[in-house]
């Protein structure tokens, strides 16, 4: 079993960066791929970027590509997710979760992620 953690949500204004964590317990970090997730209010859960087991692969949606950055912490079992020019529209729930899938598609995938953390809280104010 793995429990995954979030933290470091909150508001922040338009144009300014805050960075995720994700703290997992129970499994060693490089057993799972992890990803990160969004959902605002009224909408599906949407990827936001994910990271290979090794930490060597990482993907982003592409509308997120350039701003948000995904790392991995192998000896902290720690992931984060660094947003960088935060917008209005990034405002949302944000989920860590873990996976044992392997391929590209796959991780883009929400379905395909077996455990989840509770959520972290993004508001942006513009």
């Known amino acids: 079993q793995v429990q995954l953690v979030e933290s470091g949500g909150g508001l922040v204004q338009a144009g300014g960066s805050l960075r995720l964590s994700c703290a997992a317990s129970?499994?060693?970090?490089?057993?799972?791929?992890m990803g990160w997730f969004r959902q605002a209010p009224g909408k599906e859960r949407e990827f936001v970027a994910a990271i290979s087991r090794n930490g060597g692969t990482a993907y982003y949606a592409d509308s997120l590509k350039g701003r948000f950055a995904i790392s991995g912490d192998s000896a902290k079992n720690t992931v984060y997710l660094q947003m960088n020019r935060i917008q209005p529209e990034d405002t949302a729930t944000y989920y860590c979760?873990?996976?044992?899938?392997?391929?590209?598609?796959?991780?883009?995938?929400?379905?395909?992620?077996?455990?989840w953390g509770q959520g972290t809280q993004v508001t942006v104010s513009s």
């Open positions: 979760a873990g996976t044992w899938a392997l391929r590209e598609g796959e991780l883009r995938d929400k379905s395909q992620y077996n455990y």
């Open positions: 129970g499994r060693t970090f490089s057993t799972y791929a």
